[in-house]
């Protein structure tokens, strides 16, 4: 089975911090992709990348960066953190036409 | 551009009862489609998808899905709905699989 883990669940930060989401995959994905999820608004992509030292701006880029120096790993950064960046973000891997897996997410708020 | 819209916010069925969650897309070339469930404080998990072939498809835990072109419509069936299918459920298209567009979900309630 295709796993996807978060480095964290849960994780509280106060506003200014930066803060580091780790995302590993254990499928040789190609694809890696973060989004972040709000109630009432789905699922919304913040940035994805398709190879190594690769990555391309989601829907919701403003605010995060992102660092893909490993096939298997994909990190989110907030530079700076911001109180409506708390949110749930979940990151997810893909190859071909399988459709993208999911991590168990983390849950993220910022004071 | 790409859409989807999942037209239920929430939906509440009486355990044992069928199940129908509606899913309307809107893309400009043969879409890849997909149904997600997210049970609570979860990532989510893939229940079924469609590329071509066959419009009507199975997945997992007795859930399928009709791809209805002429309608634009990808909708979520199962015939007798389990207390533990409560959960909420996402509908995505992407053009490869890869880049997916989501809806906004709709939650399933169950009642016994």
């Known amino acids: 089975d295709v796993k996807v883990t978060q480095s964290s669940r849960y994780l509280v930060k106060r506003t200014g911090e930066k803060v580091f989401l780790e995302c590993v995959q254990d499928?040789?994905?190609?694809?890696m992709f973060w989004y972040r999820q709000d109630p009432g608004l789905g699922l919304r992509l913040i940035y994805f990348?398709?190879?190594?030292?690769?990555?391309e701006k989601g829907d919701i880029p403003e605010g995060y960066s992102v660092s893909r120096e490993k096939k298997e790993r994909f990190s989110l950064i907030l530079e700076s953190a911001s109180t409506n960046q708390t949110s749930m973000y979940l990151c997810?891997?893909?190859?071909?036409?399988?459709?993208?897996?999911f991590g168990p997410g983390t849950r993220l708020t910022v004071l | 551009a790409q859409s989807v819209t999942q037209p239920d916010i929430h939906i509440t069925v009486s355990e044992g009862a069928s199940l129908e969650l509606r899913c309307n897309y809107s893309y400009g070339a043969t879409p890849y489609l997909f149904w997600y469930v997210q049970s609570p404080g979860q990532g989510l998990q893939l229940l079924l998808k469609y590329f071509s072939g066959d419009t009507l498809v199975q997945g997992i835990k007795g859930f399928e899905a009709e791809f209805k072109r002429s309608q634009s419509s990808f909708n979520l069936r199962k015939p007798s709905v389990h207390w533990s299918d409560a959960a909420e459920y996402f509908c995505a298209v992407g053009g490869d699989g890869n880049k997916l567009v989501f809806g906004a979900g709709t939650i399933l309630r169950v009642k016994s």
């Open positions: 990348s398709y190879d190594v030292k690769m990555k």
């Open positions: 997810a891997s893909s190859s071909s036409s399988l459709g993208q897996f």
């Open positions: 499928m040789d994905h190609e694809n």
